[in-house]
């Protein structure tokens, strides 16, 4: 049986008198494809920041977030944890956060670094097993012709892929990825999606994914955890998300924004299909 690889009690979040996380609590087990969705400003990307303790929950209230059974905090504390440990999560941005001017090859093996000893990782010697990693990460997300160019020259779209890659040569047990497709064209964001959705089904790693867009976590995701104003809006089967659900979600937004007409009906991975 599965155990929770991500377990959320208790979290409180306040920046100044604004409240900005309430009493939040989940678990999500190995292998889970989950979506994090929610009106701008309700929270998501703060909660995803909890999870990798890039920011710390009030004191004394509580709240724990532990991965893969290590606390990363505790009652308002940060958990120091190894780099191995750190290793294990991969963060993808919206904003790629590629190093522009090395090459694609380069980028996907900065996943490397964590786990290499520092001297290697000071002088970025890579060895040769690592290039052929990263040579089979590129592979997957269709960019194998393209390690050698610079990554400022590529498409949005293909950035994302590249970061993708990078997380699967880091090994990342867990990838958090925090609107990933919010700066892609409709086809590009289906190509980001499918790529996760795919090393979710393949590898069996956890993927949590914070969409702006309904309509892709209805069709990549069978669970879906809503935020609203900071709280747990909904936490079950992302079918249980009716329209109706969805408006009294994002109040008076209009719902057309939420759903992306594009979205093809036709996707290999669409909810229905997807394990
Ligand atoms: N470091 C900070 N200091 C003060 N307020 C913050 C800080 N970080 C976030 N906030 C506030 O917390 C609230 C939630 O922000 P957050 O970015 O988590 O929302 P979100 O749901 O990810 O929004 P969006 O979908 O627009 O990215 C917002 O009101 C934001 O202004």
Not at 39 to 44: E, Q
Not at 94 to 121: D, E, K, Y
Request: charged letters at 25%.
């Amino acid at each position: 049986m599965s155990i929770a690889n991500i377990a959320v009690e208790r979290l409180n979040k306040a920046f100044g008198q604004r409240t900005v996380l309430e009493d939040i609590a989940f678990e999500i087990r190995a292998g889970e494809m989950v979506a994090l969705i929610g009106p701008s400003g309700s929270g998501k990307s703060t909660l995803l920041r909890h999870l990798v303790g890039l920011t710390i929950a009030n004191r004394q209230t509580g709240g724990r977030v532990t991965v893969m059974q290590h606390d990363i905090q505790c009652d308002g504390r940060l958990i120091r944890r190894s780099r191995a440990e750190r290793c294990r999560t991969g963060y993808i941005f919206q904003q790629f956060n590629l190093v522009g001017r090395l090459s694609v090859m380069t980028n996907v093996l900065i996943g490397r670094l964590g786990s290499m000893p520092r001297w290697r990782a000071l002088l970025g010697r890579f060895s040769e097993e690592e290039r052929s990693q990263a040579r089979h990460a590129l592979a997957r997300v269709g960019l194998g012709e393209l390690a050698g160019q610079r990554a400022n020259t590529l498409s949005g779209g293909q950035m994302q892929r590249v970061a993708i890659a990078r997380a699967l040569v880091q090994d990342a047990d867990i990838i958090y990825a925090d609107e990933p497709i919010a700066s892609l064209d409709p086809r590009s964001a289906r190509e980001v999606m499918d790529i996760l959705k795919r090393i979710n089904a393949e590898d069996g790693r956890t993927v949590l994914v914070t969409l702006h867009q309904v309509e892709y976590a209805r069709r990549y995701c069978l669970r879906t955890i809503a935020l609203k104003q900071g709280r747990l809006y909904h936490d079950g089967p992302t079918a249980e998300l009716t329209d109706a659900r969805l408006q009294a979600l994002y109040d008076n937004a209009d719902l057309d924004e939420m759903h992306d007409a594009s979205a093809p009906n036709d996707s290999p991975v669409a909810l229905g299909a997807a394990g």
